[in-house]
């Protein structure tokens, strides 16, 4: 459905035109199906059915969604996927009832969890919020994009030429230098004021070399001000390993600068510490859009963004986390862009899920209750995150948890457990609900499919409970104000070995 100048509340103009005017959803596309010569999604050979609910402008209707979801499944499609919502945590809300009955028929639904993370629990997005509806949650990416350039390590008389990643500027565009030498301005990696101060006055001339600097505790701009004084044309910081990847600006500043990981730095400086030197080539065209990766430390971390639940009805959303940070896709006009967000980890679950009913085969084989039953495989797939959050100066605290399951569900789904394990589970989430209707008993059916028996050991992985109402006013907490909380609860496991043979199906409570 086009819907060319439409944003939402004005009259819609519907035509046959599918193609994306704002790149959100060519993006999107790209992480699940995307094939070139240098790039693959997540499942190249699988098919798109594009149903168009934005036009130029952004913005849409619930109505709008519920027809094109309506439309897709009336399409034949094994998969519906969308990228979209807005803070609304009814599940019995109308996108989130029609999306949760399409999934009864036997078709998998994944939609972005949202990106209000910083407003706090109970911020469940609309669609998502839907009971059968797989709600995805962002994880940080440990490698992001970023440009590649060649350093040539010369010691001893042995040359040898390496890619490495940088990231450039954001308003100065690529570096377009090469032969320069890289000078250190110390050999001390472990000093993170390193020309936070003005440099001694014996300090040579910096203007015929690229400066590297760690990047530290102070801002960028007093390293560059004071690397200026000396001449400094070209300043190439080297990221702290703790510090979580950042782009760097260059403002009114005469020099350029730029950032390497932290691994780079330290070869770099160990070379020519070691009496030899360190040669640069940025000149490596960029017609290709190519890009490498760059190490972040924020990386296997819920990200800041992603949107906590439950819904209203204290159903247990999100459900599995994906990487959603720093995707590097496809875009508009055959370009490509790094897009970060929920939007970018409900594709790649989707594209999985695509990997599976290509192996496996999708409703048409299996019936209305694949959909149900394949959920269960995806979210028993999740493994566990880290509660952990990186402070204003790039420092991390580690809250000694694991992330709550209303931030990221049962955690990062695992492609290969989906695709490979040949233990499946059926369950009904363990929501306890509330104190009044409280719920005690919980079971799960294990299969063996496999052709071996199988032991299985239960265990409880505690996660870092939380006051879901403000310390001060009263309210739901904001995410600064939301702090951990150890809370072991009591739980009784089926006792004494629990095992599963081949083909056989067993009830644990």
Not at 3 to 8: A, H, M, R, S
Not at 21 to 35: F, Y
Not at 146 to 153: G, I, L, N, S
């Amino acid at each position: 459905m086009s819907v060319t100048e439409y944003d939402g509340s004005n009259e819609k103009a519907p035509d046959g035109d599918p193609l994306d005017s704002l790149g959100h959803g060519t993006h999107v596309a790209g992480i699940i199906a995307g094939k070139s010569d240098f790039y693959v999604g997540v499942a190249p050979e699988a098919e798109i059915l594009a149903f168009k609910v934005f036009g130029a402008l952004e913005g849409t209707d619930e109505d709008t969604l519920i027809e094109a979801t309506i439309m897709a499944y009336e399409s034949g499609a094994d998969i519906i996927t969308a990228s979209i919502g807005r803070a609304n945590g009814f599940s019995d809300g109308p996108w989130a009832t029609v999306a949760s009955r399409i999934v009864e028929q036997g078709v998998i639904i994944t939609i972005a969890a949202g990106n209000d993370g910083d407003e706090g629990s109970f911020y469940a997005s609309s669609g998502s919020s839907g009971k059968e509806v797989l709600a995805v949650a962002s994880v940080d990416t440990s490698r992001v994009p970023a440009k590649p350039w060649h350093a040539t390590f010369d010691l001893d008389g042995v040359a040898n030429t390496t890619q490495l990643a940088y990231i450039p500027p954001v308003n100065r565009g690529l570096w377009n230098i090469t032969g320069l030498p890289i000078l250190p301005l110390a050999y001390d990696t472990t000093d993170p004021a390193e020309a936070c101060s003005p440099l001694p006055d014996t300090t040579p001339d910096l203007s015929d070399v690229i400066v590297l600097i760690r990047r530290g505790t102070c801002t960028p701009y007093v390293k560059q001000t004071n690397l200026e004084k000396f001449g400094a044309r070209y300043i190439l910081f080297y990221n702290d390993e703790y510090r979580p990847y950042e782009l760097v600006a260059n403002s009114a500043y005469k020099s350029q600068i730029a950032l390497i990981d932290a691994k780079a730095g330290a070869a770099i400086i160990e070379t020519v510490k070691a009496g030899g030197n360190v040669t640069a080539d940025f000149t490596i065209p960029a017609e290709s859009d190519w890009a490498v990766g760059f190490f972040d430390a924020a990386g296997g971390i819920p990200s800041q963004y992603t949107s906590w639940g439950g819904t209203y009805d204290l159903e247990l959303k999100p459900d599995i986390a994906a990487p959603g940070a720093n995707i590097y896709s496809t875009y508009l006009d055959g370009t490509y862009k790094v897009l970060s967000g929920t939007s970018m980890a409900t594709p790649y679950v989707a594209g999985v899920v695509a990997l599976y009913i290509s192996k496996h085969g999708g409703r048409s084989v299996h019936g209305k209750e694949f959909a149900k039953n394949l959920s269960r495989r995806i979210i028993s797939s999740g493994e566990s995150l880290p509660w952990q959050i990186f402070e204003p100066q790039g420092l991390p605290t580690d809250f000694g948890y694991f992330a709550p399951i209303t931030q990221v569900g049962n955690g990062l789904l695992n492609a290969t457990k989906l695709l490979e394990y040949d233990t499946s589970l059926l369950f009904e989430k363990f929501a306890l609900n509330d104190t009044e209707s409280f719920n005690r008993y919980h079971k799960v059916e294990i299969t063996n499919n496999g052709a071996e028996t199988v032991t299985y050991n239960f265990t409880l992985e505690p996660a870092g409970g939380f006051m879901a109402q403000g310390r001060t006013s009263g309210l739901l907490a904001d995410i600064l104000d939301v702090k951990p909380i150890s809370i072991l609860p009591a739980v009784t496991f089926p006792s004494g070995v629990f095992r599963v043979s081949p083909g056989e199906t067993k009830q644990a409570q």
